[in-house]
């Protein structure tokens, strides 16, 4: 590639640092895509004659089917997989495939080939984000009066329907998808005709190119199209979001099937057992799920670091985007095939969640009783609180305190209270937009079914 200008051989140490073919041959099929694209805009621009345009696409024709047959040649001295390309170009169709790199760099080559990749790759992204979305749905929707503990600070707080539940992660899943569709309209601009830094010298049709592969608009600056990788920052922060989320269902799910709570079980088919403890049935899918939250965003801070401190146009320090992108990519097709797997074939054990319905997670429904007399809430929920004290002094549950007992705290206090002690009735109250209550839960499966038709047909 610099023979011309170099003088004896590479180091091969350097050689091996400085090549990148092991990593971006998977980009093979976009870069061919880009070049057919690149070669008719030089036909165009008179640079190559209809007889040479269709040998160079016959060329790149055979290559293709070369790399999806697997039996692509990779050689020693293909640095990257545009060189690779290049060169097995050149044996099949002689020194006319020379003119194809003609105004092109591997500059603009490269974040083409990047972005032609992305665009694929966030649509199936987004599928599996929105299948999994669904399977929360229409799970809340099924199991919707099922009804459990709700935690702040993994201590019981208030009663709450399953479907809450579900429908909180779907909801954080949502705005991800969002992010997700946000991406795509950076992405979709085109960097081809830039060059090295400059331009292009030889007048290329940037619109025709444009067309061509299917980008909505062009760059609008050579020297940043070439240098920008804002959107693979945006993308590995989209992608960081996204796994934080799912490592906190992950890191739920968790906490709920293990014995001690035992709200749920998880199908063998995303467990793995122990090699000394036969009794053992470990959530590895969740567990994995969970760890590949702190490689994503690895792959995040590592990208910012080489993007902090380079001088304007492109830098070989951008190599390292690829494989980034690469790594994110893969991890999120898996993790989330895998959550929508755990999702859809996890058992809930109802009678245990029942059972964890401890009478004083109705604390505050007695302090909102005595609000519906009259006490202001600050009072009522001293009241409450006092009469939480009494009965773990007297060593028995909340709602086994006489109504004498309670009459001690204060005298709003009525026989009607025992009514308080009831879980159905305790998430009924929460009709407001958003919370518990059966009328509400079912408005939230109405809204998100809603917006994932919306959300699929952006995808």
Same mark, same amino acid.
């Given at each position: 590639?610099?023979?011309?200008?170099?003088?004896?051989?590479?180091?091969?140490?350097?050689?091996?640092?400085?090549?990148?073919?092991?990593?971006?041959?998977?980009?093979?099929?976009?870069?061919?895509?880009?070049?057919?694209?690149?070669?008719?805009?030089?036909?165009?621009?008179?640079?190559?004659?209809?007889?040479?345009?269709?040998?160079?696409?016959?060329?790149?024709?055979?290559?293709?089917?070369?790399?999806?047959?697997?039996?692509?040649?990779?050689?020693?001295?293909?640095?990257?997989?545009?060189?690779?390309?290049?060169?097995?170009?050149?044996?099949?169709?002689?020194?006319?495939?020379?003119?194809?790199?003609?105004?092109?760099?591997?500059?603009?080559?490269?974040?083409?080939?990047?972005?032609?990749?992305?665009?694929?790759?966030?649509?199936?992204?987004?599928?599996?984000?929105?299948?999994?979305?669904?399977?929360?749905?229409?799970?809340?929707?099924?199991?919707?009066?099922?009804?459990?503990?709700?935690?702040?600070?993994?201590?019981?707080?208030?009663?709450?329907?399953?479907?809450?539940?579900?429908?909180?992660?779907?909801?954080?899943?949502?705005?991800?998808?969002?992010?997700?569709?946000?991406?795509?309209?950076?992405?979709?601009? %085109?960097?081809?005709?830039?060059?090295?830094?400059?331009?292009?010298?030889?007048?290329?049709?940037?619109?025709?190119?444009?067309?061509?592969?299917?980008?909505?608009?062009?760059?609008?600056?050579?020297?940043?199209?070439?240098?920008?990788?804002?959107?693979?920052?945006?993308?590995?922060?989209?992608?960081?979001?996204?796994?934080?989320?799912?490592?906190?269902?992950?890191?739920?799910?968790?906490?709920?099937?293990?014995?001690?709570?035992?709200? %749920?079980?998880?199908?063998?088919?995303?467990?793995?057992?122990?090699?000394?403890?036969?009794?053992?049935?470990?959530?590895?899918?969740?567990?994995?799920?969970?760890?590949?939250?702190?490689?994503?965003?690895?792959?995040?801070?590592?990208?910012?670091?080489?993007?902090?401190?380079?001088?304007?146009?492109?830098?070989?320090?951008?190599?390292?985007?690829?494989?980034?992108?690469?790594?994110?990519?893969?991890?999120?097709?898996?993790?989330?095939?895998? !959550?929508?797997?755990?999702?859809?074939?996890?058992?809930?054990?109802?009678?245990?969640?029942?059972?964890?319905?401890?009478?004083?997670?109705?604390?505050?429904?007695?302090?909102?009783?005595?609000?519906?007399?009259?006490?202001?809430?600050?009072? !009522?929920?001293?009241? !409450?609180?006092?009469?939480?004290?009494?009965?773990?002094?007297k060593g028995i549950t909340i709602n086994n305190l006489s109504l004498e007992d309670l009459k001690s705290i204060s005298p709003l206090f009525g026989s009607d209270v025992a009514q308080v002690f009831s879980v159905v009735s305790?998430?009924?109250?929460?009709? !407001?937009?958003?919370?518990?209550?059966?009328?509400?839960?079912?408005?939230?499966?109405?809204?998100?079914?809603?917006?994932?038709?919306?959300?699929?047909?952006?995808?």
């Open positions: 590639m610099m023979a011309g200008r170099f003088v004896g051989s590479t180091d091969p140490i350097m050689e091996l640092l400085s090549a990148s073919i092991t990593v971006d041959q998977r980009l093979s099929e976009v870069d061919i895509q880009g070049s057919m694209a690149y070669a008719k805009a030089l036909e165009k621009a008179g640079i190559l004659s209809k007889t040479e345009l269709e040998k160079i696409l016959s060329g790149l024709e055979k290559i293709s089917e070369e790399w999806s047959k697997g039996v692509f040649g990779v050689i020693q001295t293909d640095e990257d997989i545009h060189t690779a390309n290049e060169r097995r170009l050149k044996e099949l169709i002689g020194d006319v495939a020379g003119k194809l790199h003609t105004g092109r760099s591997r500059n603009d080559q490269v974040v083409t080939d990047l972005k032609l990749f992305m665009k694929n790759s966030l649509s199936i992204i987004s599928t599996h984000l929105l299948q999994l979305i669904k399977t929360l749905v229409e799970r809340a929707a099924i199991e919707i009066d099922v009804i459990l503990p709700g935690y702040t600070h993994l201590q019981k707080a208030q009663p709450i329907r399953w479907s809450q539940f579900l429908l909180s992660h779907a909801v954080a899943l949502t705005r991800d998808s969002e992010r997700l569709g946000e991406i795509k309209k950076r992405i979709n601009v %085109l960097p081809l005709g830039s060059g090295a830094l400059a331009g292009n010298p030889v007048e290329i049709d940037r619109e025709m190119l444009r067309s061509e592969l299917e980008f909505a608009s062009i760059s609008l600056n050579s020297m940043d199209a070439v240098s920008e990788r804002d959107f693979v920052v945006e993308f590995l922060s989209v992608a960081t979001l996204l796994m934080i989320h799912l490592s906190k269902m992950a890191e739920d799910l968790i906490i709920y099937s293990t014995s001690e709570f035992g709200f %749920l079980t998880l199908s063998d088919t995303y467990c793995s057992g122990s090699s000394v403890m036969p009794q053992k049935k470990n959530p590895d899918s969740l567990e994995l799920i969970r760890s590949k939250a702190g490689r994503v965003f690895g792959r995040l801070a590592a990208i910012l670091m080489v993007l902090k401190g380079l001088p304007s146009t492109y830098n070989k320090d951008l190599q390292e985007d690829k494989e980034a992108v690469f790594d994110v990519v893969d991890t999120l097709n898996a993790v989330l095939q895998v !959550a929508t797997g755990v999702i859809s074939t996890l058992q809930i054990n109802k009678e245990n969640m029942e059972k964890a319905l401890s009478p004083e997670i109705l604390s505050s429904d007695l302090a909102l009783y005595l609000v519906h007399k009259g006490m202001p809430f600050r009072q !009522a929920h001293i009241a !409450a609180g006092k009469a939480v004290h009494l009965a773990e002094t305790s998430v009924e109250q929460y009709t !407001a937009a958003g919370g518990t209550a059966k009328s509400s839960v079912s408005a939230q499966i109405e809204q998100l079914r809603e917006l994932l038709k919306r959300l699929k047909e952006q995808a």
